[in-house]
């Protein structure tokens, strides 16, 4: 899910000499604080996957949305749907024409998936350092001392505005850790919205799926496609006893 890692915002402005006395791991810190923070996001994202880190022309991309209120969650990618409401948890995955249905995550996970921008465990035992400080953007670098790591380097582009992230680049390492057939992935975040109230028909599974007594079925739209309902349902005894 390396999208569903890399997102971020609140209006503070520094003055040189404070920015000067920040290091890069405060400003990770305050961009993650920024999507915790927010009330709702949303943004638009482009995933470019390079087969070499010289290749000027990526082998494959993409472009979806992204968008968080509350506790509900919205992501559509590469050909998968993400959904979190207080209903339920779904992913609709195009190719294999398939829906899975599952009971709603606990409002802690829930949460903690919507905002699992840049976690720490991202850069704990990183070598940080900026590559550039501009009022237009700050870049940092993040690598890896450690020979098996998955990453050569990661580098982040981020606006000193509002704290916001403007662009993700991935150099993956060449080692047996690595899984990913490309060299270099490069995410851009665009038209990014904070605290904006959002329609509830933005969350709502209606458009893929519709409860029908105890069962789950496909919409008309989706009506190909194979649901796989993943919940867990009340055993006869518990439904009596309540």
Partial sequence: MIILRYLYVFMIFFSPAVLQAEEPIDV?????STYENARSFSMGVTLKMYGSSTDATPSSSGSGTVMMSGNNYFSSMLGKTVLINND????????QKAIIVADAPSTHFKKQKANGIIDSSLYEGMQLKFLERSAAKIRIEMKS?????????????INPVNYTLIEVEYLYAKNENTVSPYEKAIISYSNILLNVKMPDT?????????????????SSLYGSYKVIDQRKLPSTSEKINH
């Fill in 28 to 32: 990770l810190s305050k961009m993650r």
């Fill in 88 to 95: 339920f948890e779904m992913i609709l995955d195009e190719k």
């Fill in 145 to 157: 001392g450690d020979t098996e790591s998955s990453y050569q380097y990661i580098r982040i582009t």
């Fill in 202 to 218: 933005a969350f709502s599974n209606d458009k893929y799926f519709l409860k029908k007594g105890n069962k789950v079925i496909a």
